[in-house]
């Protein structure tokens, strides 16, 4: 199965990094979307989008006109911390704060949660009973390898299981990965979407019966302002091809993706899946 998901969080970070002004990039994001959902009717395809609070918060009739298009509102956490950077305590916080800001938006139970890149790792497994407690009952949060924000490398598989962790339960829908390069690349968004020809991410997906997707706005914004500025002595080079190489041709790459595969929501994979047969992880 392919799932279609998206991390919509990409208004309050233009907000809150200042990247152009807001008469500028509104239009040009809720342009993006629109045609997201078009073309998502066209094909008869529902998504699963995991909103961040704090943009729910700011533009909620972003999270309304997605839900009233019929498709599946999950969490991404309220202000985008990662995992690796708070307390369970602030955790709780944020999830409980998240989840009724967007169950309000929405009219909907909230029942997916994805936390900030992938973040959730050996370190903070606890996150899963956070979000168990606040009655998540699909997890996108794992990143079975090692990455520079921590990884799952002991989370031993990257397809749906069933996670066991202190007296709770959780459906697992980690991150898909392949092998490129010599590293375990997520290659279904973000910057390795922009950064691979579309003909071997297709053939990775055609050849793939678990794909989990995971697209960002921004990465469709080709007319977006360009950071020029070093930060902290970063390699500058490094970073502009990190965050814009590929954003010319990013959207039809994508519509072409949408156009040429089968995809479903978080929601109805589950119904897809025999969870009596999947394995069962012990974290």
Same mark, same amino acid.
């Given at each position: ?61 972003? $999270?309304? =006109?997605?839900?009233?298009? @019929?498709?599946? &509102?999950?969490?991404?956490?309220? +202000?985008?911390?990662? /995992? ?90 980690? $991150?898909? =990965?392949?092998?490129?390069? @010599?590293?375990? &690349?997520?290659?279904?968004?973000? +910057?390795?979407?922009? /950064? ?88």
């Amino acid at each position: 199965m392919n799932i279609l998901t998206f991390d919509i969080e990409d208004l309050w970070v233009y907000d809150h990094y200042k990247i152009g002004n807001k008469e500028d990039y509104i239009p040009r994001l809720d342009s993006y979307l629109n045609q997201i959902l078009d073309l998502l009717d066209e094909r008869g395809f529902k998504a699963t989008f995991f909103c961040l609070g704090i943009m729910a918060e700011r533009y909620p009739e972003v $999270i309304k =006109l997605i839900a009233d298009r @019929g498709h599946q &509102i999950g969490c991404h956490s309220y +202000g985008h911390q990662f /995992l690796s950077d708070v307390s369970r305590e602030e955790f709780e916080e944020d999830t409980c704060k998240a989840i009724s800001i967007l169950e309000n938006i929405a009219g909907n139970k909230v029942t997916a949660y994805r936390a900030p890149a992938f973040s959730i790792s050996e370190k903070n497994k606890w996150a899963l009973e956070v979000l168990a407690q606040n009655g998540i009952l699909f997890d996108c949060s794992i990143f079975p390898a090692i990455r520079s924000f921590g990884g799952f490398p002991s989370y031993n598989t990257d397809r749906p299981a069933i996670v066991k962790y202190n007296g709770i339960t959780m459906k697992e829908f980690p $991150i898909s =990965l392949t092998d490129m390069l @010599g590293k375990r &690349i997520a290659y279904s968004g973000g +910057g390795y979407f922009r /950064l691979f020809p579309y003909s071997k991410i297709n053939k990775i997906i055609n050849r793939s019966d678990y794909v989990m997707t995971y697209f960002h706005l921004r990465d469709f914004d080709k007319e977006q302002e360009r950071k020029t500025k070093l930060v902290d002595g970063e390699n500058l080079i490094l970073r502009y091809f990190k965050n814009y190489y590929g954003l010319n041709s990013c959207f039809s790459k994508f519509e072409k993706l949408i156009r040429e595969n089968e995809f479903v929501s978080l929601e109805r994979a589950d119904t897809m899946i025999d969870w009596n047969k999947t394995d069962i992880i012990n974290v």
